[in-house]
C-alpha cells in the first residue's frame, strides 16, 4: 500500500516537472521568436533612420530608439500624429498610403496615374491646408511619360513644384526619390532602367529650388517582397517603412 502512495507521488513529481519544463521551452521559444521577428521588422530602422546633423553626427529620435531596442514596431505606429500638419502630394502609390490606412484622406493628395503633367488641381487643395511640411513623390509614371528624359523631366516638375510653392510660401518642401523598380520589370522594357538617372535629376532640382531630397530606395532593395505584382506598386507593409523614413528625414518626431 505503502508502495503505490510512494509510486504515485513519485508519478505526480514527474508529471509536474514535466508540465513546468514543457512550460519553461514554450516560453523561450515565445521569446525567442518574437525578438527575431522584431529584429526582422526594426533592422532597417536601425540602420537607416538616423538624422544627419549639420556636424555630420547622427541622432535617433525616441520613437526610433524604442523601435530599436525592440520595444515597438514601425507597424505599431499611427502615422497620422507625426504627419499630423502635413501633406502627401502624388502618384498611385502615394494613393495607398490612404488607401490602406496608413494616413487620413486629408492628408494626402493624389490620384492614380497621376503625374506632373496631370496633378496640378491638387496643388490648391493641398496648399489650403497651410501645411507645415509637403512631401511630393512622382517619377514612376514620367520615365515613361517623356521618353527617358530626365531633364524634361524635372524641368517639369520645378515647374509644378513652385507653383505649390507659391500658393504656400512657408511650407517646407521634401522631395521623394522615385523607388527602384523591380528587375522584373526593368528588363520588361520601356525607360525603367533610367530609375536612377531620374533621381539623380531630381536631387539636383531640389538643390536648385531649396527642397530636400529624400532619398528611398534602400526600402524595396532590402525588402523585395514588399513589391506589388507589377513591380512598380507596393504591399500595404511598404507604407510604415517609407512614413517613416519621411518622418525621420523631416524630423516629425
Avoid at 499630423?84 to 493628395?109: M, P, Q, R, W
Avoid at 521618353?147 to 515647374?159: A, K, M, N, W
Wanted: proline letters at 3%; one cysteine or more; aromatic letters at 12%.
Amino acid at each position: 500500500m505503502r508502495s503505490k502512495t510512494r509510486n504515485k507521488k513519485v508519478n505526480m513529481t514527474v508529471i509536474i516537472v514535466l508540465m513546468a519544463a514543457a512550460a519553461v521551452l514554450l516560453a523561450a521559444i515565445f521569446i525567442l521568436s518574437r525578438g527575431s521577428a522584431s529584429k526582422d521588422q526594426t533592422f532597417t530602422v536601425s540602420r537607416q533612420m538616423a538624422v544627419k546633423l549639420d556636424g555630420g553626427f547622427e541622432k535617433m529620435s525616441d520613437t526610433e530608439q524604442m523601435i530599436a531596442g525592440g520595444q515597438f514596431t514601425i507597424f505599431d505606429i499611427d502615422f497620422n500624429s507625426p504627419f499630423e500638419n502635413c501633406v502627401v502630394i502624388g502618384d498611385s502609390v502615394t494613393e495607398g498610403l490612404s488607401a490602406y490606412g496608413h494616413l487620413d484622406e486629408d492628408k494626402v493628395f493624389s490620384k492614380i496615374g497621376g503625374s506632373v503633367l496631370n496633378s496640378e488641381d491638387e496643388l490648391p487643395q493641398a496648399a489650403a491646408t497651410a501645411p507645415e511640411a509637403a512631401f511630393f513623390s512622382f517619377g514612376a509614371n514620367e520615365m515613361g511619360m517623356f521618353s527617358g528624359d530626365e531633364e524634361l523631366f524635372t524641368s517639369r516638375y520645378q515647374e509644378f513644384i513652385e507653383k505649390f510653392m507659391e500658393l504656400s510660401p512657408s511650407t517646407k518642401i521634401y522631395v521623394n526619390s522615385i523607388s527602384k523598380p523591380s528587375e522584373s520589370r526593368i528588363g520588361s522594357g520601356g525607360y525603367f532602367y533610367k530609375w536612377q538617372d531620374f533621381n539623380q535629376a531630381i536631387e539636383e532640382m531640389c538643390g536648385r529650388i531649396g527642397a530636400e531630397y529624400i532619398d528611398n530606395t534602400y526600402i524595396l532593395i532590402e525588402h523585395p517582397d514588399l513589391y506589388a505584382g507589377d513591380g512598380i506598386h507596393v504591399s500595404s507593409d511598404y507604407y510604415p517603412y517609407w512614413l517613416m523614413h519621411m518622418a525621420s528625414q523631416a524630423r516629425l518626431w
